[in-house]
């Protein structure tokens, strides 16, 4: 049976008796993961292959491509896909390789076309992938263009989700929420390098035990340290982060308690993806690893208000302080990465707050024993 995630006011109830008792939850072991983990490129290639392209995971939320004709175009597990919608509606997602010669078909970013051409020699794909036409088709004499349309990668379109799985016919985890209705609106992209590990980089959203000393002027001065909920859903894991300004809730009944402006959520989707709420907005990020040291956070930021409003202009100044805070963990991430390469550890400890993480480590594991 899928779990079920508290709701409002036990979250809200749950948060206030932790400041009472100035506690947080907590797991109920210690976590030792070997570094060579993060260092072996035999298991980073495991954990692409055997993982990530197996398991359906979030390729972009719905609102970025709306209408017919528009598109994503990025890797997902260093494998390059192009994300479209149909003049039926339906969004598919192709391999972004041209079936001639395999460039692809359209560089990455976002945008909107009728048709996809290969720039290399011109070949035209419809939005359905089909082999429309190519120059000089002459040269071509016994190609059958029915047979050469772009090559589908298994796509599911759901709660606002566009999902790939690249390897296999796994469906998307029907424990996970439906987080993006059709009025929630993409407002912006954004892409962050960050010299570390894709699993060091996802282990900065699995704790709160960071939030004061790496976050001292950002987030700590509106957050607890080290006050965090942690509730497994399936293989993910939602962490809590309470504002301070959840004391308002005190004195309202239980029933009138509602979390929209007195924390973040932050689901951890397994493998490498994240919804985040906030007050102003939510976000998904997909941890792309770019090599076994470097990793790509692909943010879509999505708002429910509207353009121009006084409320958008707030969207846009929540998103700029998340920022902050993003960038000071890719600080700490990078100098983890860096830190990873002396003998000083062969395993790093988790403590029983950190149990986010032994969750996160438990079920990458899991997947990779599964296929052994
Ligand atoms: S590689 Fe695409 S048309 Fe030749
Ligand atoms: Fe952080």
């Given at each position: 049976m899928a779990d079920i995630l508290d709701d409002d006011s036990t979250v809200i109830q749950r948060i206030l008796d932790h400041i009472d008792n100035n506690t947080t939850d907590v797991l109920d072991e210690i976590w030792r993961e070997p570094v060579a983990n993060y260092t072996l490129p035999e298991r980073y290639q495991d954990e692409l292959t055997k993982v990530m392209r197996r398991t359906a995971t979030p390729?972009?939320?719905?609102a970025a491509i709306p209408e017919p004709g528009c598109y994503v175009a990025r890797d997902a597990a260093q494998t390059p896909l192009v994300a479209v919608r149909g003049q039926d509606g339906v969004a598919r997602v192709f391999?972004?390789?041209?079936?001639?010669?395999?460039?692809?078909i359209v560089a990455d970013g976002v945008g909107r076309r009728g048709t996809f051409t290969c720039r290399?020699?011109?070949w035209t794909y419809g939005l359905?992938?089909?082999?429309r036409g190519l120059p000089?088709?002459?040269?071509?004499?016994?190609?059958?263009k029915g047979d050469h349309g772009l090559v589908p990668v298994k796509t599911t379109e759901r709660n606002g989700l566009v999902y790939v799985t690249q390897h296999g016919d796994a469906e998307p985890?029907?424990?996970?929420?439906?987080?993006?209705?059709?009025e929630w609106r993409l407002i912006d992209v954004t892409g962050d390098v960050i010299n570390a590990n894709w699993k060091v980089v996802i282990e900065g959203i699995l704790?709160?035990?960071?939030i004061r000393s790496?976050?001292?002027?950002?987030f700590y001065p509106r957050q607890f340290d080290n006050l965090t909920l942690i509730q497994p859903f399936g293989r993910n894991t939602r962490m809590t982060f309470p504002y301070r300004?959840?004391?308002?809730?005190?004195?309202?009944?239980a029933a009138e308690r509602r979390v929209s402006g007195v924390l973040s959520h932050v689901y951890h989707l397994f493998p490498n993806t994240a919804v985040s709420t906030f007050p102003t907005h939510q976000s998904l990020t997909i941890f792309e690893p770019l090599a076994i040291d470097r990793t790509l956070m692909v943010g879509y930021q999505l708002c429910d208000r509207k353009e121009g409003s006084e409320e958008f202009k707030a969207v846009q100044a929540g998103r700029d302080f998340v920022l902050a805070g993003v960038k000071e963990d890719g600080e700490v991430q990078a100098s983890i990465q860096s830190g990873l390469?002396?003998?000083?550890?062969d395993v790093l400890t988790f403590g029983l707050f950190e149990g986010g993480i032994m969750r996160f480590h438990k079920h990458v594991a899991a997947a990779l024993s599964e296929l052994d």
């Open positions: 390729f972009c939320p719905s391999f972004n390789a041209c079936r001639h010669r395999g460039a692809k290399y020699h011109a359905d992938g089909q082999l000089h088709e002459y040269g071509f004499p016994c190609l059958d985890d029907p424990a996970i929420p439906d987080f993006f209705g059709p704790e709160g035990y960071h790496t976050h001292a002027e950002t300004n959840i004391e308002r809730f005190r004195n309202v009944p390469k002396t003998p000083a550890n």
